[in-house]
């Protein structure tokens, strides 16, 4: 449905519907000389005027249905996530430059409660914890932020934010009309604005933080709650509201938020999906816009591309809406334990920033040509009357006009998903590529196209590191699995409890005496060992060998191992090491979820089946190895370790390396490794899971992130790996993007970055609009190769271009001409500059690709 649907005639301030495509005509400009493409990418301000509210002239945020109002002037919001603990506080001031850089103007993080508060009362906000810091390297940089409390979160978080010890409080039912939750949700808080507002950092103040969350997604849990649901929000919209912090709050996907918190939306179409603010007189807010979607360990690629997340934000703006979050805009590392249920370390790589904090094109530069666009619609936005018009079965127009004046902003959209269409628009014949919208910003201009990329692309390289990779030799210590372990029990106790979230590891030992008549007399015939399991995972042992392991899934965290194992006449001892990988992050009744052996039996034996599941089981939390720290320097040096052998289970390895060479990013190459954890200088860098592999057999995640934060000239390496990986083919990586692209053809529109607004007007910022491609190195690097050219109709995408059917022969020439030794090139889209003689395909419209390698 519409996504704020009017049951009355729209107001100015108020509603607004869909759109379409237009133009490539543009009005000509007057002085202008041609732009150098650095000078294109900068942006534009828009006159301080346009969003400007009479009357709204102290510090502070209000809204009405049409925006936010930020001391007295309206603002689209271009929000990009960015999670402070997911990254080192070195890499903050980068990521959040780049991502203004991209025409972002918000950012947004959630607060991480297990990591300010991992004990009762002991609370943590150094480094990577530093809240406080990050909001204000956001106020140095002049941006809004938007901080979402919680303290639940998600996030993909472990236990979705909310420290481990506030299972163990007595009558405790999470996220509930519960008074022992209640009571540690307010404490924290209140401790957290009250420590935001010490700091002088919201808006009213002269801070940079704009809105504040409570909750999450609660309406996806509020019905198992039945009535102590609905008092909860009623009671957490309350708390918020007592805090003064004077600011909005907001709650994501809750439709019946409390007034004046404001509902939002997310998910990846919120243009066509939500239902729309809940009171006439609130914004139009998009929380999570999923720029991809986070993977556990098991999943194939995630990907969305730039083209359908451009589509969603200009559908979404078009419609009413005035603010977009991008979840995640760069997504980071889950270092250590801090990733939920079989979350992979790495998270979000999909983002317009990757995990390295590189910038993925052409979804970076795409949506920022979003930003641009709707910015140069701002005028219209703020203050026109939305009125759709039909142009074809599946095209529609949304066009925004101010009454009484010429300022006009259309939207132009294709929602065919398979074809092209041309429609007429006020005199004009548009062309609409399929699934696509057009954005015009004076109802005559084309200056973007949801589907048309003029942006660079680039593709991801790892470097094998000289320096690091030099001398690399590995020793290894084994640790023996225990026998006869205190700690007894009848049965085996559950794992969340027993190790609370201390660690991912816990031993459950047992043994028993088998006579010579119990055992099969064939001796092609074993006994097999069969242990029923909620989860996570589990590694087996019998008589000090490995039997082998076995693991749930994200999906079904339930399984069954089942092995033939070796017995013998006399006592045999059994060892199983129970593991986990993260707690879960959602649903209702949290506090419940249950982990670990549930029932084990040993099957085939001549006396039948052995349940063994009550024979008394002995219990250990954590392995040797961590309670010796080997991951440090000063622990590795309390155990003999040896040349490593071929591999086997429960086997630390140890290593030293150099500093790679260079700054780019670095990171570690799992080759050959099963399942475990890495430490860089007594620092996880997070789990490792190589031997799970997705649908298409291959690791989830094969490169691990190695923050230079964590590196020194000289750098102790650790690995434990779990089951029988062999560390011979790791190695360490540089990792850059210096390979670009661009693809653009005869039909693209000129990029908004060539415009801007004069008095309410469009202008060019150039005389030349036509196509062109685009190359820009990153850094100070210069274009040193062009690894491939084709003027005609070449196919692929950046790191596989392939010649179509025919091709301009001095492609590449041409190229070189414009582009090598230079930091950045222009290359006109124009058969002047390429031969035309046997051309295989005069009458199709041309298509420049261009690969360049920079250094």
Not at 177 to 202: A, C, G, S, W, Y
Not at 207 to 229: C, H, M, S, V, W
Not at 627 to 634: G, I, P, Q, S
Not at 675 to 684: L, Q, T
Request: contains cysteine; proline residues 6%.
């Amino acid at each position: 449905s519409p996504l704020c649907q009017a049951k009355e005639a729209p107001r100015k301030s108020e509603l607004a519907p869909f759109v379409t495509y237009s133009s490539n005509a543009a009005p000509t400009p007057k002085n202008k000389s041609n732009a150098n493409v650095e000078e294109i990418q900068k942006d534009t301000e828009e006159e301080d005027e346009e969003g400007k509210v009479g009357g709204q002239k102290a510090p502070g945020v209000t809204y009405d249905a049409r925006s936010l109002i930020i001391n007295g002037k309206r603002e689209l919001l271009f929000s990009g996530a960015i999670h402070y603990p997911r990254s080192t506080p070195d890499m903050w001031p980068d990521l959040i430059k780049k991502a203004k850089q991209g025409g972002i103007n918000t950012i947004e993080t959630y607060v991480f409660w297990n990591g300010h508060e991992p004990v009762e009362g002991q609370y943590n906000f150094e480094g990577e914890f530093d809240l406080v810091k990050f909001i204000k390297l956001i106020h140095e940089h002049k941006l809004y932020a938007v901080v979402r409390v919680g303290p639940f979160i998600q996030a993909e978080w472990n236990h979705g934010g909310l420290p481990y010890w506030l299972r163990e409080v007595p009558g405790i039912i999470f996220r509930s009309d519960n008074e022992p939750f209640k009571k540690h949700m307010k404490r924290f808080v209140t401790m957290i604005v009250d420590k935001l507002t010490q700091e002088k950092l919201f808006a009213p103040q002269g801070g940079p933080i704009i809105l504040a969350q409570i909750e999450n997604e609660y309406n996806t849990i509020q019905r198992a709650f039945r009535e102590k649901g609905d008092s909860y929000v009623q009671w957490a919209g309350k708390l918020a509201l007592s805090l003064n912090a004077n600011v909005p709050w907001i709650m994501c996907k809750q439709r019946d938020a409390p007034d004046p918190i404001i509902n939002t939306c997310n998910g990846r179409h919120c243009g066509d999906t939500f239902y729309g603010p809940n009171k006439r007189n609130k914004p139009a807010l998009w929380t999570e816009n999923w720029t991809a979607q986070y993977r556990v360990f098991g999943d194939p690629p995630s990907q969305r591309s730039a083209e359908d997340l451009a589509y969603s934000v200009a559908r979404f703006f078009s419609k009413n809406g005035s603010m977009v979050n991008y979840y995640m805009y760069y997504g980071g590392t889950n270092f250590g334990r801090t990733s939920a249920s079989f979350t992979t370390t790495r998270y979000y790589d999909e983002g317009p920033l990757d995990e390295f904090g590189l910038q993925r094109e052409p979804k970076w530069g795409h949506l920022k040509d979003v930003h641009r666009a709707l910015s140069l619609c701002k005028r219209a936005l703020f203050w026109g009357v939305p009125t759709t018009l039909k142009l074809g079965p599946d095209q529609q127009a949304i066009v925004w006009q101010q009454p009484g004046t010429s300022v006009c902003a259309a939207f132009l959209a294709n929602n065919n998903t398979r074809l092209a269409q041309h429609v007429n628009f006020r005199g004009q014949d548009i062309r609409l590529p399929a699934r696509s919208i057009s954005v015009l910003p004076d109802c005559k201009t084309v200056v973007f196209n949801t589907q048309l990329v003029t942006t660079q692309h680039n593709s991801r390289n790892f470097v094998r590191s000289e320096i690091a990779n030099k001398n690399f030799n590995w020793e290894m210590y084994r640790e023996v699995p225990p026998v006869g372990l205190g700690f007894k029990f009848d049965l085996p106790r559950e794992l969340f409890h027993l190790t609370k979230d201390t660690t991912d590891y816990a031993w459950y030992t047992t043994s028993l005496k088998l006579g010579r008549r119990d055992l099969p007399m064939k001796k092609n015939v074993r006994p097999v060992l069969r242990v029923a399991s909620l989860g996570h995972g589990i590694h087996a042992y019998v008589n000090g060998e490995y039997a082998g392991s076995a693991h749930g899934s994200k999906v079904e965290k339930s399984f069954v191992f089942q092995r033939a194992v070796s017995l013998k006449e006399g006592e045999n001892h059994i060892a199983l090491l129970g593991y986990l990988v993260g707690l879960p992050d959602s649903g209702a009744y949290m506090e419940k979820r249950f982990a670990g052996p549930r029932s084990i039996t040993i099957l085939g034996l001549n006396t039948g089946t052995l349940d063994i599941s009550q024979n008394g089981w002995g219990h250990q939390v954590g392995i040797d190895g961590e309670k010796k720290k080997l991951f440090t320097e000063e622990g590795s040096k309390s155990v003999q370790w040896t040349k490593p052998d071929q591999g086997g289970s429960l086997t630390w390895y140890k290593g030293y390396f150099d500093a790679p060479e260079g700054d780019n990013p670095v990171a570690i190459v799992m080759t050959g490794m099963g399942k475990g954890m890495v430490w860089i200088n007594g620092r996880s860098i997070g789990r490792y899971w190589n031997n799970y592999l997705s649908p298409l057999k291959k690791p989830t995640q094969s490169e691990y992130h190695i923050p230079r934060a964590y590196l020194k000239p000289k750098n102790l390496i650790v690995l434990l790996e779990e089951e029988e990986g062999n560390p011979k083919d790791v190695h360490i990586v540089t990792v850059n993007r210096d390979t670009i692209c661009s693809a653009v053809s005869e039909i693209h529109p000129p990029s908004p970055r060539l415009f801007e607004t004069k008095n309410g007007s469009i202008q060019p910022k150039v005389n030349d609009l036509k196509p062109r491609a685009e190359l820009i190195c990153p850094g100070k690097k210069q274009i040193v190769a062009v690894e491939f050219a084709s003027y005609g109709d070449p196919f692929g995408a950046c790191g596989a271009y392939f010649i179509g059917n025919c091709t301009a022969p001095e492609s590449k020439q041409v190229v070189e001409k414009y582009c090598l030794g230079k930091p950045s090139c222009q290359i006109p889209l124009d058969s002047i500059h390429f031969s035309d003689q046997n051309d295989a395909c005069t009458h199709l419209r041309k298509t420049l690709a261009v690969q360049v390698k920079c250094a």
